[in-house]
């Protein structure tokens, strides 16, 4: 117990992502503190419930926005049903070669 | 603004056409694991139903005028930015109807709100839409579906790019 982590969601999160996608970039974003004096947050007390998830993962390629979307709220299931559990979950879905793309765009649009 | 009022009048339209949708009312209240997994029937006919009401039909929560949570508020800022017909265009407030907010989760395969469909079709919840926004396919799409305000009878007031 000693050494309990204070992150336990976003520690299944990362595991099950990390396991099921073999993601090549994987950044967890916890945005609960944004959303907590919500009217849907009354009386929830943990302080894992909003995520912002950007995954990169060749599990992705050939598939649709909805379905990358669906493979991840399928992996974190339980996580989304729980009481008190994951309440809203933004993600970004991309393939590697779509990271780099999205990079080089991102480079020209600075040197403009 | 156009679009704020537009999408407001479309909603009182809306709001009549939820109430056919069941209600638990006099069932139980409290539901057994198995009637919580399956969709019955009834829910489903009534969400085919809510599907079909308008070529473009968001499931959110709050009302397009009051939105009560921030996806539900870009994804129609998205639509009033894309220019969608108010008169093709319908939304559902989740939080008026239980059945309806669970059931859409499952019907769609979805378990999150908000979520577009369009011509009968599930897009997406909010990222979705926004990188779809983003990225030009949005625009594309709405356009193929023909269910963009017509050009002529666009507003001239609209700022520009």
Redesign the interface.
Same mark, same amino acid.
């Given at each position: 117990m000693a050494t309990q982590s204070m992150t336990p969601m976003e520690d299944t999160m990362r595991m099950k992502i990390t396991e099921a996608l073999k993601p090549t970039a994987l950044e967890i974003f916890n945005d609960s503190h944004l &959303?907590s004096h &919500?009217? #849907?947050m009354q009386g929830v007390t943990s302080k894992e419930t909003h995520f912002r998830v950007t995954i990169t993962s060749e599990a992705f390629a050939s598939k649709m *926005?909805?379905a990358r &979307?669906?493979m991840v709220?399928a992996l974190l299931?339980d996580e989304? #049903?729980q009481e008190g559990g994951i309440h #809203?979950? *933004?993600?970004?879905t991309r393939t590697p070669a779509e990271e780099e793309r999205q990079k080089q765009k991102d480079a020209l649009a600075i040197e403009k | 603004m156009f679009s704020r009022t537009a999408f407001s009048s479309a909603f009182r339209a809306t709001s009549r056409t939820i109430r056919p949708l069941p209600t638990i009312g006099t069932a139980p209240r409290f539901l057994t694991p198995l009637q919580i997994r399956l969709l019955s029937q009834e829910t489903r006919t009534a969400i085919d139903k809510a599907v079909a009401t308008s070529p473009v039909v968001l499931f959110m929560k709050g009302t397009p005028e009051t939105p009560? =949570?921030?996806?539900s508020r870009a994804s129609i800022q998205i639509l009033g930015m894309q220019g969608v017909d108010p008169k093709k265009f319908t939304a559902f407030n989740v939080l008026e109807d239980n059945d309806l907010r669970q059931g859409i989760k499952e019907y769609s395969?979805?378990?999150?709100i908000p979520q577009l469909y369009v011509d009968k079709e599930?897009?997406?919840? =909010?990222?979705?839409l926004m990188?779809?926004h983003q990225d030009g396919s949005l625009a594309k799409l709405l356009d193929d579906k023909g269910v963009l305000v017509p050009a002529e009878e666009a507003p001239r007031s609209e700022p520009p790019k």
């Amino acid at each position: 117990m000693a050494t309990q982590s204070m992150t336990p969601m976003e520690d299944t999160m990362r595991m099950k992502i990390t396991e099921a996608l073999k993601p090549t970039a994987l950044e967890i974003f916890n945005d609960s503190h944004l &959303h907590s004096h &919500h009217k #849907a947050m009354q009386g929830v007390t943990s302080k894992e419930t909003h995520f912002r998830v950007t995954i990169t993962s060749e599990a992705f390629a050939s598939k649709m *926005q909805p379905a990358r &979307h669906r493979m991840v709220y399928a992996l974190l299931k339980d996580e989304m #049903a729980q009481e008190g559990g994951i309440h #809203a979950l *933004q993600l970004k879905t991309r393939t590697p070669a779509e990271e780099e793309r999205q990079k080089q765009k991102d480079a020209l649009a600075i040197e403009k | 603004m156009f679009s704020r009022t537009a999408f407001s009048s479309a909603f009182r339209a809306t709001s009549r056409t939820i109430r056919p949708l069941p209600t638990i009312g006099t069932a139980p209240r409290f539901l057994t694991p198995l009637q919580i997994r399956l969709l019955s029937q009834e829910t489903r006919t009534a969400i085919d139903k809510a599907v079909a009401t308008s070529p473009v039909v968001l499931f959110m929560k709050g009302t397009p005028e009051t939105p009560q =949570c921030g996806f539900s508020r870009a994804s129609i800022q998205i639509l009033g930015m894309q220019g969608v017909d108010p008169k093709k265009f319908t939304a559902f407030n989740v939080l008026e109807d239980n059945d309806l907010r669970q059931g859409i989760k499952e019907y769609s395969e979805w378990p999150t709100i908000p979520q577009l469909y369009v011509d009968k079709e599930f897009i997406g919840g =909010c990222d979705i839409l926004m990188s779809m926004h983003q990225d030009g396919s949005l625009a594309k799409l709405l356009d193929d579906k023909g269910v963009l305000v017509p050009a002529e009878e666009a507003p001239r007031s609209e700022p520009p790019k």
